[in-house]
């Protein structure tokens, strides 16, 4: 079969590869029907994650059929759609027992395209497959699915519900990416009554205001904590989420912030942050971070089946998936190419 591979750092190349097979009892092997490229696989080719391996199959978002099922499955068969989780979690470890998926402790958390080989192949065996897939309803929307592999419970679990954005609350989303959109799209359950959007893109502001942004700050166009106070009246926002995972961006959150906010970290961070504990902790002020668990998965699909949300407006490009070097250069030049989202699919069988 056809995977993606890293090669080390600014290296990576589609090549042929043994399809998986079964290891262990709970492993399924799937047919990858479509999948996508994570900022986090850009972070990986720049040297982010020293802790991946050369030779490993890079993604962990996607959709497919099961291919096989080891002995010990018990919730799906050959042929079944499946959502994959990019969390990969055994359901019964502590860890797992506390909700805490993405750290569970029986060889699961972010496994996929990073530990083990992941979704950009035409085969991915999935570890734990009973609690790491998902049954696809018939007659979904597969493509809008394979959002729910990563950046939408990213944005919905790390963004607004550790923000516990609420009705009638100022939201601001710092950074508007796949995930700070997918927050954005999300944070519309809870009636928040302003949502400012801020960026330094101008397509993505104006993509953003079609998702329901209720406002837009270019941080390029001056001073963007003083745009944010003086279109609060001086009070700040109740929820602050940066989704950039620079120090830039989350000090401009701690900037804006109202007395009682939270600041919900997304962002993936590479370096240090200042807190500025001096200031903030007079103001009641809660921060918040981590790695998505994918626990809202069930509850995000039922969103998308009943037309709540729509996440495959996030999908601004696609391409077989044996174009996924191609796919790479327009996700990696984002900003020119006006890229959010990119969708590889695979010939149907
Ligand atoms: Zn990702
Ligand atoms: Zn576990």
Redesign the pocket.
């Known amino acids: 079969m056809k995977a993606l591979v890293y090669n080390g750092v600014g290296q990576k190349e589609w090549v042929e590869k043994p399809k998986p097979t079964i290891q262990s009892a709970t492993d399924v092997i799937v047919r990858v029907t479509a999948t996508t490229i ?3 696989d850009l972070h990986i080719l720049k040297g982010d994650v020293p802790t991946i391996a050369p030779g490993t199959t890079l993604g ?2 996607g959709v497919g059929v099961v291919e096989e099922v080891g002995a010990g499955i018990r919730g799906f068969k050959p042929g079944d759609r499946v959502l994959i989780a ?1 969390i990969t979690a055994c359901g019964s470890c502590r860890n797992c027992r506390k909700g805490m998926h993405s750290h569970c402790l029986d060889g699961g958390g972010w496994q996929l395209g990073h530990l083990i080989d992941g979704t950009q192949a035409e085969y991915v065996r999935i570890p734990h497959g009973d609690f790491s897939l998902h049954r696809i309803p018939e007659g979904m929307d597969e493509e809008a699915l394979v959002m729910l592999s ?2 939408l419970p990213t944005g919905f679990e790390i963004g607004v519900l550790a923000g516990k954005v609420s009705p009638g609350d100022t939201v601001a989303i710092v950074g508007a990416g796949p995930v700070g959109m997918a927050a954005l799209l999300t944070a519309g359950f809870y009636s928040p009554a302003k949502i400012i959007m801020v960026d330094m893109d101008k397509k993505r502001l104006s993509l953003a205001r079609q998702f329901g942004a209720t406002d837009a700050v270019d941080v390029s166009e001056g001073n963007a904590a003083e745009a944010i106070m003086a279109m609060t009246d001086g009070v700040g926002v109740d929820v602050a989420m940066e989704a950039v995972g620079i120090p830039k961006t989350f000090e401009l959150c701690q900037d804006i912030i109202a007395p009682g906010g939270r600041i919900a970290n997304i962002g993936v961070h590479g370096t240090k942050v200042d807190l500025a504990l001096e200031r903030l902790w007079i103001q009641n002020i809660s921060i918040s971070m981590g790695l998505v668990n994918t626990d809202t998965m069930q509850q995000l699909m039922r969103s998308v089946e009943t037309g709540q949300i729509d996440p495959s407006a996030l999908i601004t490009h696609r391409f077989d998936l044996d174009e996924i070097v191609e796919a790479y250069e327009v996700f990696g030049n984002a900003a020119e190419e006006g890229a959010l989202k990119v969708l590889l699919k695979a010939p149907a069988a």
């Open positions: 994570c900022g986090t962990h978002e990019c990563d950046i």
